[in-house]
């Protein structure tokens, strides 16, 4: 089947759609960055692939996953950098990925994060409160 796949230029063609969406995505989800982060996000290895590092030099890294709960109780999925580093990374960073969803759910999350992103940066106006902002109001 995969002989006949490739035969017939079908899986080629598959491909090229492949990379075309994922193109498309990626390009989605740095606009929606750019546009919603307000500037709190420093893009990274956005050259291919399906994931993005977006760095937050802005954020301490304990307050990183007080940024995931808020991300995700609006529906946000975004995970931490540090579990594909050896040691420690310089900063806060997050994976962001984008190879499973529209380029329009994609320019949701965006906005979404960037909600949070700036709820997090103005948190008393210091944003290594805001994991305890965050626990404070259970």
Do not use: C
Request: glycine content about 10%.
């Amino acid at each position: 089947a995969l002989a006949e796949l490739m035969a017939s230029g079908r899986f080629e063609r598959l491909v090229r759609l492949s990379a075309r969406a994922l193109l498309q995505r990626r390009d989605a989800l740095q606009a929606g960055l750019a546009a919603h982060g307000g500037g709190l996000v420093e893009v990274a290895g956005a050259s291919a692939g399906m994931h993005l590092t977006a760095w937050l030099p802005w954020l301490p890294p304990a307050a990183l996953p007080a940024l995931i709960e808020a991300a995700a109780a609006r529906e946000v999925g975004i995970y931490p950098i540090t579990p594909y580093y050896h040691s420690l990374p310089p900063r806060a960073g997050l994976l962001l990925g984008y190879a499973g969803l529209a380029a329009t759910d994609l320019g949701e999350a965006s906005q979404r994060l960037g909600q949070v992103l700036a709820a997090a940066r103005s948190s008393r106006g210091n944003a290594a409160h805001f994991g305890q902002n965050r626990r404070s109001k259970r």
